[in-house]
T-cell receptor
Framework: DVKVTQSSRYLVKRTGEKVFLECVQD?????MFWYRQDPGLGLRLIYF???????EKGDIPEGYSVSREKKERFSLILESASTNQTSMYLC?????????????FGSGTRLTVV | AQTVTQSQPEMSVQEAETVTLSCTYD???????LFWYKQPPSRQMILVIR??????QNATENRFSVNFQKAAKSFSLKISDSQLGDAAMYFC?????????????FGQGTRLTINP
């Protein structure tokens, strides 16, 4: 069964901490995405990557960075966590060019910044 | 930029009844894809149904069907014979068919409750 795996289901961090959210996919997908999900706002794209070491900003990149050193792994980094980054974070992957197929999602990481 | 709007934050339906979830979108493109995703309490997003904009025929997957009105930029989801397992958040999403376009744009979501 193909998968997108997010390393933590729940995470609690302190304000100012550097936070790493990890995502691994086993489908050899070129594209990987990080979204945050907030009530009433739906899913908003933070960053995506279409190849190793390549990244593009999404709609809300401020306060975040990403790293993609290997094809299967895409990390989201909160350089200095703040309380307004408390949210659900969803990772997804897709085959490049297969526009009609949609994404495969991970199960999400619920991050609380205190 | 494309936008997707789901105007119903919450909906409820009696088990075995039919419910329709609304979705509208804004785009200047003529070729694109539309999706409905389901997110149950497990948080795992599941693709329910998809529609290619160039196809006039509405997509159907078992109890799930869509009413795609391209001119009105409307894409509603109809769930027939609702079951308890259909309770979830439902998200409508848009994806451009432009070469190189990769991202999905999501609506705000609709929480569906099934009453036994």
């Amino acid at each position: 069964d193909v998968k997108v795996t997010q390393s933590s289901r729940y995470l609690v961090k302190r304000t100012g901490e550097k936070v790493f959210l990890e995502c691994v996919q086993d489908m050899d997908h070129e594209n990987m995405f990080w979204y945050r999900q907030d009530p009433g706002l739906g899913l908003r794209l933070i960053y995506f990557s279409y190849d190793v070491k390549m990244k593009e900003k999404g709609d809300i990149p401020e306060g975040y960075s990403v790293s993609r050193e290997k094809k299967e792994r895409f990390s989201l980094i909160l350089e200095s966590a703040s309380t307004n980054q408390t949210s659900m974070y969803l990772c997804a992957s897709s085959v490049i060019g297969a526009l009609g197929v949609g994404y495969t999602f991970g199960s999400g990481t619920r991050l609380t910044v205190v | 930029a494309q936008t997707v709007t789901q105007s119903q934050p919450e909906m409820s339906v009696q088990e075995a009844e039919t419910v329709t979830l609304s979705c509208t979108y804004d785009t200047s493109e003529s070729d694109y894809y539309l999706f409905w995703y389901k997110q149950p309490p497990s948080r795992q997003m599941i693709l329910v149904i998809r529609q290619e904009a160039y196809k006039q025929q509405n997509a159907t997957e078992n109890r799930f069907s869509v009413n795609f009105q391209k001119a009105a930029k409307s894409f509603s989801l109809k769930i027939s014979d609702s079951q308890l397992g259909d309770a979830a958040m439902y998200f409508c999403a848009y994806r451009s068919a432009t070469r190189g376009a990769q991202k999905l744009v999501f609506g705000q979501g609709t929480r569906l409750t099934i009453n036994p």
